[in-house]
Each structure stands twice: as structure tokens, then as C-alpha cells.
């Protein structure tokens, strides 16, 4: 998901100058696959910048020995991408370019290399990225996108992506994607770098191990972002605002998943004047995310809000602790379980919650902070997701025309 680079998760110098970022720079990222297809194209993003971005070339290929992360490619994979049969695209600011089709095999669940070069760099300092990548990216002064491995005494790596946006599937009608609306947790806050064990990771590994040809056909989405927020904008637009973008103007969507909220109460202050206006917002703007999946067609499965206080409610350990907070959670979550808005119910909060102090997360599921989930917390989240929601309603649902 595309959002505005934050001024400490912009590359270090010599990559980022004074009002120009990336210049005479290869970007080489990995990318994890979710849908089978021989035929795809790349989206490439300048949402945030606030000057064109001029992209010079941009490869792809297989990387090496199929790892996430890595900095070396398998030369025999690669492919030239072009732009409306150009090899170079200016991208103006605010918009983003779609590649011509190319043939390139790509299997779900395995890695792509996109390498970007970038003759000019760009000039500003605001620049469309997504910091929570999970993944490792590499970057190198010259034009290197069809090297076997970068090279070079400047090469340096980060745990961002940037400006890739989505990858395009070419695929028949049978097979649909899952979109997930979310903030650090569906990110993979917690999850280990190169190891795409973010929880929607371990759900896409559970349906296409299933042998079930109706859940193996489905590609995921994962439409999160650090710090996100359901009402107002912060580390990337509020889901509400991005909506249209991420969800309804996506290729194939036929599934949408939302678990979102505890940004929107954990930053509302914890007076119960704020978190009753708080708590009214969500569940309205819940209610509207279901109205415009509906109207589309779509059907639309939320997920409760998961523990984030410290023991004692101790707010000097987790900042958004706090029983005032916590009440609103559960009130939202009331909402989400019985409210009879959403098509389906995904119960995260009884999965990871701490049976004996139900406003943390269990201990064995805390990464740390008592907000985000570890490895093994992702995992039963993962193992718990109704999968048969997608069964049910493989056929959409109705809408307005």
C-alpha cells in the first residue's frame, strides 16, 4: 500500500540529498506473489510525491535461489518492463503507471525481483513508499537492473519498499482476490523480516495448502499500513479515504476484510467524552465500509479489535493503556460480533486475548510491546480465520446498480 515516506525512513545519505532522493540509483526489491498467472504488470506509484517522478528502467526477474530479500537475481528470468511500449515513464505527481503486459511465469507464493533505476532520482523530498515491507531492499548508484547482483562501495539496504505499489495477475474468472484493510497488525508488526509470516502470510499458506480448489485460487491483497487509522490521516490516508483506492479500484477483488479501530481509540484521548465520540465514529465509519463493499458487490468480513493494554493499565509501557480505552474497545467489538452489518465475523480478540486479564494480549502471543502480536499470535490468528466465509459467499452479494 502506497503511502508518504516519513523523514526517518527515507534512505540515507549519499541516497538522499537536499531536495532529491534516489538519484543515478538502482532499487532492488522483492516482492511475494500471490496469484499464479503467466502474464502480469507492475504498478508503480507516485501518490505522495510532490514532483514527477521520472523512472528511467525497471526489470524483473526471478531472485536468487527464489528468496525474499535477497540482492542477486537469476539473470536467465529477466525481462525488460515497458510503459505504453516506452522503457522510460515520467509519473506525474499524485498518479501512478501501469506496465505494458509481459510473459512471465510467476506461481503463488514464491518471490519476484523488481529492480528500478532511476537516472535523475527525484526531486523532493517526499516520496511514495511503504515503510513496514518486512522485507529487505537494496539500492546502488548506476543503472544496474540487469546485473546479477548489486554491486558497488555505496550499497546499502533497508527493510522499505518503495514506489512498487501492486502487482497485476493475469488470471481467469474463477480465480479472486481477498483484499485485507489494516493497520501495523495486518502489516506484520512483530513478524520477522524476509519471512512473509505477517498473519495474512500464514492465511495465504493455510488456503492454498487446503486442496481445496475454491480457497487454492484466491490472491490476497494486503492493503495495510503502519499506524493506520480508520477517521484521520497519520502514517498513510485514513481507510476511509483510501477505500476506492485500495479496495474497490483493485483488479478482482471479490473479498474484503477490514480489522481496523485501535489507532482511531488508542490516539483518542482517554477521557469518556473522547472515547464515546471515538467509539460512535468507528462504528459509523464501520457501517460505511460495508454500505460501499455492498454496493459493489462485495462481501465484507470485520475483524475484532485486539488487546493493547499493559498490565495495570500502565500507560508509561504500552501508550494506548488505559480502562477507559479498553471499554471502548469492547464496545466497538460488541458491534462487530452483533451488530449484523458485516457478512462475516472474524473473532481476532478471542484468539490472542489473555483469558485472565482480557485487556492484554496473551503472554506467549505478546511480541513485546502489548500491542502487537508475535510469530506465534499471527499463526493462530491465521489458524483461526473462518475460511469457509469465502465459500459461502463465492458469489458475492447483492447490490445497488
Same mark, same amino acid.
Given at each position: 500500500?502506497?503511502?508518504?515516506?516519513?523523514?526517518?525512513?527515507?534512505?540515507?545519505?549519499?541516497?538522499?540529498?537536499?531536495?532529491?532522493?534516489?538519484?543515478?540509483?538502482?532499487?532492488?526489491?522483492?516482492?511475494?506473489?500471490?496469484?499464479?498467472?503467466?502474464?502480469?504488470?507492475?504498478?508503480?506509484?507516485?501518490?505522495?510525491?510532490?514532483?514527477?517522478?521520472?523512472?528511467?528502467?525497471?526489470?524483473?526477474?526471478?531472485?536468487?535461489?527464489?528468496?525474499?530479500?535477497?540482492?542477486?537475481?537469476?539473470?536467465?528470468?529477466?525481462?525488460?518492463?515497458?510503459?505504453?511500449?516506452?522503457? &522510460?515513464?515520467?509519473?506525474?505527481?499524485?498518479?501512478?503507471?501501469? &506496465?505494458?503486459?509481459?510473459?512471465?511465469?510467476?506461481?503463488?507464493?514464491?518471490?519476484?525481483?523488481?529492480?528500478?533505476?532511476?537516472?535523475?532520482?527525484?526531486?523532493?523530498?517526499?516520496?511514495?513508499?511503504?515503510?513496514?515491507?518486512?522485507?529487505?531492499?537494496?539500492?546502488?548508484?548506476?543503472?544496474?537492473?540487469?546485473?546479477?547482483?548489486?554491486?558497488?562501495?555505496?550499497?546499502?539496504?533497508?527493510?522499505?519498499?518503495?514506489?512498487? &505499489?501492486?502487482?497485476?495477475?493475469?488470471?481467469?474468472?474463477?480465480?479472486?482476490?481477498?483484499?485485507?484493510?489494516?493497520?501495523?497488525?495486518?502489516?506484520?508488526?512483530?513478524?520477522?523480516?524476509?519471512?512473509?509470516?505477517?498473519?495474512?502470510?500464514?492465511?495465504?499458506?493455510?488456503?492454498?495448502?487446503?486442496?481445496?480448489?475454491?480457497?487454492?485460487? /484466491?490472491?490476497?491483497?494486503?492493503?495495510?499500513?503502519?499506524?493506520?487509522?480508520?477517521?484521520?490521516?497519520?502514517?498513510?490516508?485514513?481507510? /476511509?479515504?483510501?477505500?476506492?483506492?485500495?479496495?474497490?479500484?483493485?483488479?478482482?477483488?471479490?473479498?474484503?476484510?477490514?480489522?481496523?479501530?485501535?489507532?482511531?481509540?488508542?490516539?483518542?484521548?482517554?477521557?469518556?467524552?473522547?472515547?464515546?465520540?471515538?467509539?460512535?465514529?468507528?462504528?459509523?465509519?464501520?457501517?460505511?465500509?460495508?454500505?460501499?463493499?455492498?454496493?459493489?458487490?462485495?462481501?465484507?468480513?470485520?475483524?475484532?479489535?485486539?488487546?493493547?493494554?499493559?498490565?495495570?493499565?500502565?500507560?508509561?509501557?504500552?501508550?494506548?493503556?488505559?480502562?477507559?480505552?479498553?471499554?471502548?474497545?469492547?464496545?466497538?467489538?460488541?458491534?462487530?460480533?452483533?451488530?449484523?452489518?458485516?457478512?462475516?465475523?472474524?473473532?481476532?480478540?478471542?484468539?490472542?486475548?489473555?483469558?485472565?486479564?482480557?485487556?492484554?494480549?496473551?503472554?506467549?502471543?505478546?511480541?513485546?510491546?502489548?500491542?502487537?502480536?508475535?510469530?506465534?499470535?499471527?499463526?493462530?490468528?491465521?489458524?483461526?480465520?473462518?475460511?469457509?466465509?469465502?465459500?459461502?459467499?463465492?458469489?458475492?452479494?447483492?447490490?445497488?446498480?
Amino acid at each position: 500500500m502506497p503511502q508518504l515516506t516519513e523523514p526517518a525512513n527515507l534512505p540515507n545519505p549519499p541516497f538522499n540529498t537536499t531536495g532529491r532522493v534516489f538519484n543515478n540509483t538502482t532499487i532492488r526489491q522483492t516482492i511475494h506473489v500471490t496469484a499464479t498467472s503467466p502474464h502480469i504488470r507492475l504498478r508503480i506509484s507516485n501518490a505522495f510525491g510532490t514532483t514527477a517522478l521520472p523512472v528511467s528502467a525497471v526489470t524483473i526477474a526471478r531472485p536468487a535461489g527464489g528468496a525474499p530479500g535477497v540482492p542477486a537475481i537469476e539473470t536467465s528470468t529477466l525481462k525488460t518492463l515497458t510503459f505504453s511500449g516506452e522503457p &522510460s515513464f515520467t509519473i506525474p505527481n499524485g498518479a501512478l503507471v501501469v &506496465s505494458d503486459p509481459v510473459d512471465f511465469d510467476v506461481q503463488a507464493g514464491t518471490e519476484l525481483s523488481i529492480s528500478i533505476f532511476l537516472a535523475n532520482g527525484q526531486v523532493t523530498n517526499d516520496i511514495t513508499s511503504h515503510p513496514g515491507s518486512r522485507t529487505t531492499s537494496w539500492f546502488t548508484f548506476g543503472n544496474q537492473v540487469t546485473a546479477a547482483n548489486l554491486t558497488g562501495p555505496s550499497l546499502q539496504n533497508v527493510a522499505h519498499w518503495f514506489f512498487i &505499489s501492486t502487482l497485476d495477475a493475469w488470471v481467469p474468472t474463477a480465480q479472486s482476490t481477498v483484499a485485507f484493510v489494516g493497520d501495523s497488525i495486518t502489516d506484520g508488526r512483530g513478524s520477522d523480516t524476509d519471512k512473509n509470516n505477517r498473519w495474512p502470510d500464514l492465511l495465504f499458506a493455510r488456503v492454498h495448502a487446503s486442496g481445496d480448489p475454491a480457497l487454492a485460487s /484466491l490472491a490476497f491483497a494486503n492493503q495495510a499500513a503502519g499506524g493506520n487509522r480508520i477517521l484521520a490521516d497519520g502514517l498513510g490516508p485514513n481507510a /476511509l479515504g483510501r477505500f476506492d483506492r485500495d479496495v474497490l479500484a483493485q483488479p478482482g477483488v471479490r473479498f474484503v476484510v477490514v480489522f481496523e479501530g485501535v489507532n482511531d481509540i488508542g490516539v483518542a484521548a482517554p477521557t469518556q467524552a473522547a472515547q464515546q465520540a471515538i467509539g460512535d465514529a468507528v462504528i459509523g465509519a464501520l457501517k460505511q465500509f460495508v454500505v460501499r463493499a455492498h454496493a459493489a458487490g462485495l462481501p465484507i468480513f470485520g475483524a475484532t479489535i485486539t488487546p493493547f493494554s499493559a498490565p495495570g493499565f500502565d500507560a508509561a509501557i504500552q501508550a494506548y493503556s488505559s480502562p477507559v480505552r479498553e471499554a471502548t474497545r469492547q464496545r466497538v467489538n460488541a458491534f462487530i460480533r452483533t451488530g449484523g452489518v458485516f457478512d462475516g465475523v472474524i473473532d481476532f480478540d478471542a484468539v490472542v486475548r489473555n483469558a485472565s486479564a482480557p485487556s492484554q494480549l496473551r503472554d506467549d502471543f505478546n511480541s513485546g510491546d502489548f500491542l502487537h502480536p508475535n510469530v506465534a499470535g499471527y499463526t493462530a490468528m491465521a489458524d483461526a480465520f473462518p475460511v469457509n466465509l469465502f465459500k459461502q459467499f463465492q458469489g458475492g452479494v447483492d447490490g445497488w446498480a
